[in-house]
């Protein structure tokens, strides 16, 4: 299935249908999650809008550690059924978007002293990643190995030799958040849901028996309407409460929200070419290194390093990351390496919320949430609306389905779920490993529609240009961005639709009026909309700076 020739409705068609259509089912929230249940509702045969106050993925849905992985930690909590269920939705999502999701070998370091993994507790490590495989861990095709010293030692040259005794390398799997929350998108309007960003929901409408019966809407720019439809599932994370709130009347208090921090540095500064745990000192906690931006050659750009997981008690809108954040994670990082990684080598950050559900499975009040579990919850309110919380990225699927399955019993009707083994658009397994370096960028991207953005640059051979110098990102990108994939704003494209905001945040600020300028036909674009642009994504920017220098 493809839309290259075929791109989702302009928003003024869009609107319309949501103005004129009664639907089954409207979803309030445009995540992963969101973005799962339009999917599963349409391909059920359901009619279905989904609404989304600001950009799809704009919360935690593109601020996440980008893996798709059981959690091996969770098993040391006793979250066996929940590792169980993300290791055979690992399996799915790589079935379903192959071009997104890759296989991500994880290194665990065996240290002689001072960490976390010690040596007289190796054999219970081993014992723990044989669980890890038997409870699905498998079906990735590989199972966990142990390396000597040597070995674990080329795959992290920058650590202490002589604290390194030996490791264990399991498998998992790692995807573009974003990417997949774009793809879950299209693919969803292209089994006839309807999807737009952009459009802030005001009210939860209810029948003369007080029954949930559609929502009031402000899309930006235009005028408020109704949406009318027989369920309301709302599907906005961390933001669930809120939503709730306008059902309800007053504040349920069922979310603890947890901070996520993660930051970027260059490759050259760790050289890890597969992911590593890493203990933090004086905590029990771990981080990830995660080799991001592949040159194809066994070499990267950037690492990546996270994430914390703290309570937040802040404004949820824009969590930032902190001074403290920042010092936390270094810690960590240079406890791991011996190049001595400072703040000035911290090129982007990013900060996200985990919507974690306070009684999910009973847990102490003062228990830390990196203790909390994730597993989801489906609830109905009085008046009948649906919501859906807690889970993780890689159980998204899941979660969709339950929703999905709790508004059947609402609308009376039986249809079974489809999403198992549905691809996404895109979606393709061909082995680009014999072609060159922008092609194998191009098709993890777009899968088989590389095609699409190759015949734009045949059309336009300055749209085959790097979007922004050092980044692996065309400016046939950007356009797609706007042409294919509702982006809407510079930050769309900068954020979400390419990474370049949270890999190099300074490069990406100092192209941000060059790539205003090379979408501004396509948005209708005013010379003072390109200003008004460039201002909006700068002042972002400054903000995460002013912050990461503040405690």
């Not at 969770?74 to 690992?90: D, P, S």
């Not at 203990?279 to 592949?294: E, M, Q, T």
């Not at 919501?387 to 699927?397: A, I, S």
């Not at 370049?500 to 501004?520: D, G, K």
Request: charged share 25%; with cysteine; proline share 4%.
């Amino acid at each position: 299935m493809s839309q290259s020739n075929n791109p989702p409705p302009n928003r003024v068609d869009t609107l319309a249908k949501l103005a004129t259509q009664n639907f089954d089912i409207v979803v309030v929230g445009g995540g992963i999650t969101g973005l799962g249940v339009a999917l599963d509702a349409a391909s059920r045969g359901l009619s279905v809008a989904l609404i989304e106050r600001d950009d799809l993925a704009s919360g935690t849905s593109s601020k996440s550690s980008k893996l798709i992985h059981g959690g091996l930690r969770y098993l040391q909590q006793g979250e066996v059924r929940l590792v169980y269920e993300a290791l055979h939705e690992r399996q799915r999502l790589k079935r379903n978007a192959p071009h997104l999701v890759q296989t991500l070998p994880f290194m665990i370091p065996i240290l002689k002293r001072d960490g976390v993994v010690s040596k007289k507790i190796a054999r219970a490590l081993g014992s723990a990643m044989w669980m890890y495989d038997l409870t699905g861990g498998w079906r990735i095709g590989k199972f966990h190995r142990r390396l000597k010293a040597d070995k674990a030692f080329k795959h992290l040259p920058t650590m202490l030799r002589g604290r390194l005794d030996s490791a264990y390398v399991y498998f998992d799997a790692m995807a573009d958040d974003a990417r997949i929350c774009i793809a879950l998108a299209r693919t969803a309007i292209a089994h006839g849901a309807v999807i737009s960003n952009y459009t802030c929901v005001n009210e939860i409408l209810h029948d003369s028996n007080g029954v949930t019966c559609g929502v009031r809407v402000t899309p930006r720019g235009a005028e408020s309407f109704e949406i009318q439809s027989r369920v309301v599932i709302n599907a906005a994370g961390v933001w669930s409460d809120e939503v709730l709130t306008t059902d309800l009347g007053y504040n349920p208090d069922s979310i603890r929200p947890a901070k996520g921090v993660h930051l970027t540095v260059p490759w050259k500064k760790v050289l890890n070419d597969i992911a590593v745990v890493i203990p933090v000192p004086g905590d029990r906690r771990s981080l990830f290194l995660v080799p991001w931006i592949s040159n194809y050659d066994g070499t990267y750009q950037y690492t990546y390093v996270g994430t914390t997981d703290t309570d937040y008690q802040g404004p949820i809108d824009d969590p930032q990351c902190t001074s403290t954040d920042i010092d936390y994670v270094l810690k960590a990082l240079n406890a791991a390496v011996t190049t001595d990684v400072t703040r000035d080598d911290v090129t982007a950050v990013w900060s996200g919320l985990r919507p974690l559900v306070k009684s999910v499975s009973g847990e102490k009040i003062n228990s830390r949430t990196a203790d909390l579990s994730r597993r989801h919850k489906v609830a109905a309110s009085k008046s009948g609306m649906i919501t859906v919380t807690g889970g993780k990225l890689t159980t998204y699927r899941r979660m969709a389905e339950d929703a999905v399955d709790a508004a059947l019993i609402t609308l009376d009707k039986k249809a079974r779920c489809k999403t198992k083994g549905l691809s996404f658009i895109g979606a393709s397994s061909s082995n680009m490993k014999n072609s060159d370096a922008r092609d194998q960028h191009l098709f993890s991207r777009f899968g088989n529609e590389t095609k699409t953005i190759k015949d734009l640059i045949k059309q336009d051979s300055d749209l085959g240009e790097q979007l922004i110098p050092g980044l692996p990102y065309l400016r046939a990108e950007a356009v797609f961005a706007v042409t294919h994939e509702m982006a809407n704003t510079l930050d769309d494209i900068l954020s979400r639709r390419t990474r370049s905001r949270i890999i190099n945040r300074r490069a990406t600020v100092a192209s941000a009026r060059n790539i205003a300028q090379l979408i501004a036909p396509l948005l209708k674009w005013s010379e003072q909309d390109i200003d008004n642009e460039v201002l909006a994504f700068t002042n972002l920017c400054a903000l995460e700076d002013e912050a990461s220098v503040t405690i």
